[in-house]
Nanobody, 127 residues
Framework: QVQLVESGGGLVQAGGSLRLSCAAS????????MGWFRQAPGKEREFVAA????????YYADSVKGRFTISRDNAKNTVYLQMNSLKPEDTAVYYC????????????????????WGQGTQVTVSS
């Protein structure tokens, strides 16, 4: 059974930083792309960032480009999201997700391309 467990959320002031982690288990982590999504109160879940199964390619939503960095450590079965220069509008529950397709050639950036989801971690940015 595949499990994704996020950690690292919390309360931070605007301009601050947080690093989210997502530990994966239950399948060969290095063969699957990973992504981060977020959902703010009253809003739909939105894409944040994705990383290819090899780690060689990444993609970001325009709203976080230049501030957030996604990375992965295949030896630790963990994907990270480093968030810098945080803004109040970054406040949301952040979810990591695992691609449903083995070694997908392109980056998975749509929620329907993911089959496994973590429970989410709250990030709150105060102004």
């Amino acid at each position: 059974q595949v499990q994704l467990v996020e950690s690292g959320g919390g309360l931070v002031q605007a301009g601050g930083s947080l690093r989210l982690s997502c530990a994966a288990s239950g399948r060969t982590f290095r063969n699957y792309g990973m992504g981060w999504f977020r959902q703010a109160p009253g809003k739909e879940r939105e894409f944040v960032a994705a990383i290819s199964w090899s780690g060689g390619n990444t993609y970001y939503a325009d709203s976080v480009k230049g501030r957030f960095t996604i990375s992965r450590d295949n030896a630790k079965n963990t994907v990270y999201l480093q968030m810098n220069s945080l803004k109040p509008e970054d406040t949301a529950v952040y979810y990591c997700a695992g691609d449903k397709l083995l070694r997908r050639p392109q980056l998975p950036i749509y929620s329907y391309e993911y089959t496994y989801w973590g429970q989410g971690t709250q990030v709150t940015v105060s102004s």
